[in-house]
């Protein structure tokens, strides 16, 4: 077992490494992300930023900030208008090229996230993971992750879990530089986006788990 100065060094080492991975990252992307910006507003209009409370580390709250990829429109039906409807051209491309992720390095710079970690899910879910589940927010969230790698989401929501979970028991600062570069192959190949009829996953319903598009606006994993 590591003592606790060890792993209070690691702790530092890995937020040293998210500061400056975060800031080399966002002085390469800024046009890009400039760019995407205005296609945001002139395609869909304001906000550009899409703003929703997630669970970070032992589930404490923060905002987390993405590119907005969805239209927001009237109400249909029980569960609203499903994702897939919602999505938009430029929102489809922003989300296969995980350019929509980018404001997330926002995130990482004021501590709320990690590059990597299990990724934010939403809020309502906290209340529906199992203890062994809920044992994925024992780190700080991640823009990419074990389970992203590893299919993102094209794997069914226990699949995800245990890979997170797997993550939490065995991190360490080569893990996390060997999913970093996953995530870029990853990226380039385009894997994993959705399940089949869906804009990414269906909701998570807990020991239920039955399909059917989330209700929370881009509650994409």
Same mark, same amino acid.
């Given at each position: 077992?590591? &003592?606790? +100065?060890?792993?209070? /060094?690691?702790? &530092? /080492?890995?937020?040293?490494?998210?500061?400056? @991975?975060?800031?080399?990252? /966002?002085?390469?992307?800024?046009?890009?992300?400039?760019?995407?910006?205005?296609?945001?507003?002139?395609?869909?209009?304001?906000?550009?930023?899409?703003?929703?409370?997630?669970?970070?580390?032992?589930?404490?709250?923060?905002? #987390?900030?993405?590119?907005?990829?969805?239209?927001? #429109?009237?109400?249909?039906?029980?569960?609203?208008?499903?994702?897939?409807?919602? #999505?938009? =051209?430029?929102?489809?491309?922003?989300?296969?090229?995980?350019?929509?992720? #980018?404001?997330?390095?926002?995130?990482?710079? =004021?501590?709320?996230? &990690?590059?990597?970690?299990?990724?934010?899910?939403?809020?309502?879910?906290?209340?529906?993971?199992?203890?062994?589940?809920?044992?994925? +927010?024992?780190?700080?969230?991640?823009?990419? @992750?074990?389970?992203?790698?590893?299919?993102?989401?094209?794997?069914?929501?226990?699949?995800?879990?245990?890979?997170?979970?797997?993550?939490?028991? +065995?991190?360490?600062?080569?893990?996390?530089?060997?999913?970093?570069?996953?995530?870029?192959?990853?990226? /380039?190949?385009?894997?994993?986006?959705?399940?089949?009829? +869906?804009?990414?996953?269906?909701?998570?319903? @807990?020991?239920?788990?039955?399909?059917?598009?989330?209700?929370?606006?881009?509650?994409?994993?």
């Amino acid at each position: 077992m590591k &003592s606790s +100065h060890e792993l209070e /060094l690691r702790l &530092s /080492l890995k937020r040293a490494i998210d500061v400056v @991975g975060a800031l080399v990252c /966002l002085l390469i992307v800024s046009p890009i992300m400039l760019l995407a910006a205005l296609g945001v507003l002139l395609a869909m209009g304001p906000p550009i930023l899409f703003r929703q409370m997630r669970p970070g580390l032992r589930g404490q709250p923060f905002v #987390l900030y993405k590119f907005r990829t969805m239209l927001d #429109l009237p109400q249909e039906g029980r569960y609203g208008v499903p994702d897939a409807k919602r #999505l938009t =051209r430029l929102g489809r491309f922003l989300r296969t090229t995980s350019l929509d992720e #980018l404001p997330g390095l926002f995130n990482v710079l =004021r501590g709320e996230m &990690s590059l990597v970690g299990p990724r934010p899910l939403l809020m309502g879910y906290l209340e529906r993971y199992s203890p062994e589940q809920a044992r994925r +927010h024992e780190v700080k969230p991640g823009i990419t @992750g074990w389970a992203l790698v590893n299919g993102r989401n094209a794997i069914t929501w226990d699949e995800k879990f245990k890979l997170d979970v797997w993550y939490v028991d +065995h991190w360490s600062l080569w893990l996390d530089l060997k999913i970093l570069a996953m995530t870029v192959w990853k990226i /380039l190949k385009r894997e994993g986006i959705s399940q089949p009829g +869906h804009a990414t996953m269906p909701e998570f319903l @807990g020991a239920q788990d039955l399909p059917g598009d989330s209700s929370a606006n881009e509650g994409r994993s």
